[in-house]
C-alpha cells in the first residue's frame, strides 16, 4: 500500500469513497477523447485506486480497503466526477461498491473478456481431448 494524498479538491464524506480508475494498458495517444465519452468507459471500468474513503465507511465490518489499496468496484456504480483542484476524473462510489482488493498482478488474466468464446474453447478442448483418449 502507497501513502496516497487527496489533491482532487474532493472530500469523501459519510459512506463514500472517492477512488481514481486506472486503466494501465493506456500509456499514451495522440487521438483525444472527449470527457463524456471518457466518463461512461470509466462507468464500465472496474479497477480503481482509493483516494480517500468516507468517515462512517464499513462502520459494521472490518474496513475493506484504505487510501492507496488497489481495488475492484461494481460497474455502473457511483458517480464520475472531476476533480475542483487538479481537473481529473474520478469515481465517488459507495463503500458497499469495493468488493475485492487486487493485490498482485492485473486484471487482463482475472476478468473474462467474452464469456460466450471463452466457454466455447472450452467446450471444444475438451470435445478434442475426449477424441484422443
Given at each position: 500500500m502507497t501513502t496516497v494524498v487527496n489533491q482532487s479538491g474532493l472530500k469523501a464524506v459519510g459512506r463514500a469513497v472517492l477512488c481514481e480508475p486506472y486503466d494501465p494498458e493506456v500509456t499514451s495517444s495522440i487521438i483525444q477523447i472527449p470527457d463524456h465519452v471518457r466518463s461512461m468507459q470509466l462507468m464500465q471500468e472496474m479497477r480503481a485506486t482509493v483516494i480517500q474513503v468516507g468517515a462512517a465507511c464499513w462502520l459494521d465490518e472490518p474496513p475493506r480497503a484504505a487510501p492507496g489499496d488497489r481495488v475492484l468496484i461494481s460497474k455502473f456504480c457511483g458517480a464520475i466526477v472531476r476533480g475542483t483542484a487538479d481537473g481529473k476524473l474520478y469515481r465517488l462510489c459507495n463503500d458497499q461498491d469495493i468488493f475485492c482488493l487486487i493485490e498482485t498482478g492485473e486484471m487482463d488474466d482475472m476478468?473474462?473478456?467474452?464469456?460466450?468464446?471463452?466457454?466455447?474453447?472450452?467446450?471444444r478442448e475438451t470435445e478434442r481431448v475426449a477424441r484422443v483418449r
Open positions: 476478468i473474462v473478456k467474452n464469456p460466450i468464446t471463452k466457454s466455447k474453447e472450452v467446450q
